[in-house]
């Protein structure tokens, strides 16, 4: 079962930042939080990942909080080809365990 | 830098026929994973496999399906005797097993049965 809790659906419009939460209570602490988004009939894309600290990438910016109990996923200037269902998992980084994916946020980019 | 490649990428079966699916990880990649998407559904774990080595299939039915991962080739999911029920996307992704262990998947291979 997926450890982590994330709003079913969300709309933003195009060009402002889309802000995707994610809640984690149960995190362990040797997990770290990934982010990965299915575009419409496509593989998943991995997107970003951190333990504790801010991270940003050329893709998005994931913002954790102090507890690490949550976590926000950042997409700072939302187009339309960022329409897809994102999904926020909790897994530990230096292992090989499996991804276990929940239901995920999808996300709309309005025009 | 290829990534992961899986062939074909639709695959028509009528019921009762065997379904063989390939999936070449990203160059340096020795873990693969298999993941399944029915339609409507979320994705979930089927296989994990190393070189010659099944090392989690939790997520693999009983019965009909079986995964390989040669030391040389593709690794291959085969599905033998198709229901309507197998009908679903089936992804596959490549980890490097070592430092940052991040998953990079495959564009799928939708498999239909008629």
């Known amino acids: 079962d997926a450890k982590t809790t994330q709003p079913p659906s969300m709309d933003c419009a195009e060009g402002r930042a889309a802000n995707l939460p994610c809640n984690h209570s149960t995190i362990s602490g040797n997990e770290y939080v990934y982010w990965y988004r299915q575009i419409h009939s496509q593989g998943p894309q991995y997107i970003i990942h951190g333990l504790k600290n801010n991270e940003t990438n050329e893709m998005a910016s994931l913002i954790i909080t102090e507890d690490r109990k949550s976590s926000t996923l950042i997409l700072p200037h939302a187009t339309l080809r960022d329409t897809a269902v994102y999904y926020c998992i909790v897994r530990p980084l230096f292992g090989n365990e499996k991804l276990t994916f929940g239901t995920g946020t999808r996300l709309t980019i309005i025009p | 830098n290829a990534g992961v490649m899986q062939n074909p990428r639709h695959l028509v079966r009528r019921r009762g026929q065997e379904a063989r699916l390939r999936c070449s990880p990203m160059k340096g990649h020795s873990h693969v994973y298999w993941y399944r998407q029915l339609p409507e559904e979320g994705l979930k774990f089927m296989v994990y496999?190393?070189?010659?080595?099944?090392?989690?299939e939790s997520g693999m039915p009983k019965e009909r399906f079986s995964a390989e991962f040669p030391k040389e080739g593709p690794s291959i999911l085969r599905i033998q005797q198709v229901v309507r029920g197998d009908s679903a996307a089936y992804f596959c992704?490549?980890?490097?097993?070592?430092?940052?262990?991040?998953?990079?998947f495959g564009a799928g291979t939708r498999l239909s049965v008629l």
């Open positions: 496999l190393q070189k010659e080595n099944i090392i989690d």
């Open positions: 992704a490549s980890s490097p097993g070592q430092a940052e262990n991040i998953q990079y």
